[in-house]
């Protein structure tokens, strides 16, 4: 089964073992109809979690109330874990203009598929996005000045990149 990153427990709430899910999904969402998250416990290893109840507390951030998870002790031990959704209910829940609906699309730069996107970085002026390049680990940057077109039926985004930034990746 395929699963996307949608953010992270950054903090539990109160004393029922509520939890604070900040996420990249682009727009302000209570998860309304989800029924299941996925918590990465250990590197590759996802365990399901089943919502109980969960309330928007802003643009970025959800109130979740799991299944199992009752007490602030059993909430801390899952802060700073990585939340994962399956393919099929991030398609349902991502802004279709989030920068984090580009995980799985390839980026182009002069004709040539430089590999899919594996994550997706937000920063102030630019996202980056994390490529295998030739067996290699690379961030590349995609802001206003690089981007040349996005084709979302393909799932492609074509690139100008700078002179040698390639190179560094090499």
């Not at 953010?7 to 309304?32: D, M, P, Q």
């Not at 031990?77 to 991030?90: C, I, M, P």
């Not at 594996?118 to 067996?135: N, W």
Request: proline share 3%; glycine share 8%; charged share 25%.
């Amino acid at each position: 089964m395929q699963y996307n990153s949608i953010g992270k427990i950054v903090a539990s709430f109160g004393v029922n073992g509520e939890l604070v899910l900040k996420h990249a999904l682009g727009k302000k969402t209570a998860l309304k109809g989800l029924e299941t998250i996925f918590i990465e416990v250990h590197k590759g290893e996802f365990l399901p979690y089943f919502i109980q109840s969960a309330r928007a507390k802003s643009d970025t951030e959800v109130l979740l109330a799991l299944e199992s998870v009752s007490s602030r002790e059993a909430a801390l031990l899952l802060n700073q874990k990585e939340v994962w959704l399956t393919e099929e209910d991030f398609s349902r829940y991502a802004a279709k203009n989030a920068s984090i609906s580009l995980l799985g699309y390839h980026i182009i730069h002069d004709g040539q598929d430089l590999g899919e996107i594996l994550e997706v970085i937000e920063q102030p002026h630019q996202v980056l996005c994390r490529i295998d390049l030739d067996g290699k680990e690379a961030l590349i940057p995609v802001h206003a000045g690089s981007l040349l077109k996005m084709d979302p039926k393909k799932k492609l985004v074509i690139l100008d990149l700078p002179d040698g930034l390639l190179d560094i990746f090499r």
